[in-house]
């Protein structure tokens, strides 16, 4: 599957800079991916950046505020998180049929959301 997913992220998005698969429950990288070697050194704080932005504590305090607000259930809130930077756009998304693991693609900011 992990490589599977790696490979057909650089095969569709030809604007893909680099992709990655972090397991958020370890916080490590199960592999990543990129158009060229610089793209490899940007992505080495991919793994724990990936889990402190679904599992850090500023998200945490405001999935409690969300639960609380709703009386719901304490399981996770977010399921996918997009931003742009100057020059790139940075997708994480959970996997649907394994929500603990979270696919990251980094691309140039031209490429068709």
């Not at 990543?32 to 490899?40: H, I, M």
């Not at 889990?51 to 399921?79: M, T």
């Not at 790139?88 to 068709?112: C, D, E, M, T, W």
Request: proline content about 4%; cysteine-free; aromatic content about 8%.
């Amino acid at each position: 599957m992990r490589n599977h997913l790696l490979e057909r992220a650089i095969a569709e998005l030809p604007e893909l800079v680099g992709v990655g698969l972090v397991d958020i429950d370890t916080g490590e990288s199960l592999g990543a991916d990129s158009a060229d070697a610089q793209g490899l050194t940007d992505l080495s704080g991919l793994a724990n950046t990936t889990r402190d932005l679904f599992e850090g504590p500023n998200i945490r305090a405001i999935e409690d505020i969300f639960h609380a607000r709703r009386g719901d259930q304490k399981e996770p809130y977010f399921k996918e998180i997009l931003f742009y930077s100057k020059h790139l756009v940075h997708y994480f998304g959970k996997l649907q049929h394994s929500p603990r693991l979270v696919l990251a693609v980094v691309a140039n900011q031209n490429v068709n959301i």
